[in-house]
Nanobody, 127 residues
């Protein structure tokens, strides 16, 4: 059974950095894509970054390009998100997600593509 568990969230001042980690259980080859989403209070969930686990292509939301870096270690079955130069508008619950082999594909930005979800880790950035 696949489970995703995030860690690494916290409260930081603007300009600081955090590293989020996602530990996955189950078969590493189950994931075709993995991604990070976030949801701020009162707002819809949005994609932050995603990675093609086979080809290695990385995608980023415009709002985080140049500041966040997504990476994947297949052997360890983990994924991480390096968050640099954090801004107050980055404050949100961050979720790890995975696209399974048997699910539908709606593109890397669409959360309907992701059949596996973690419980989330909170990131709070103060000005």
């Amino acid at each position: 059974q696949v489970q995703l568990v995030e860690s690494g969230g916290g409260s930081v001042e603007a300009g600081r950095s955090l590293t989020l980690s996602c530990a996955a259980s189950g078969d590493p080859d189950e994931f075709l894509y993995m991604g990070w989403f976030r949801q701020a209070t009162g707002k819809e969930r949005e994609v932050v970054a995603a990675i093609d686990t086979k080809g290695g292509t990385r995608h980023y939301a415009e709002s985080v390009k140049g500041r966040f870096t997504i990476s994947r270690e297949t052997v360890k079955n983990t994924m991480s998100l390096q968050l640099n130069n954090l801004k107050p508008e980055d404050t949100a619950m961050y979720y790890c997600a995975g696209v399974g082999r048997s699910g539908g594909w709606f593109g890397w930005k669409d959360d309907r593509s992701y059949g596996y979800w973690g419980q989330g880790t909170q990131v709070t950035v103060s000005s």
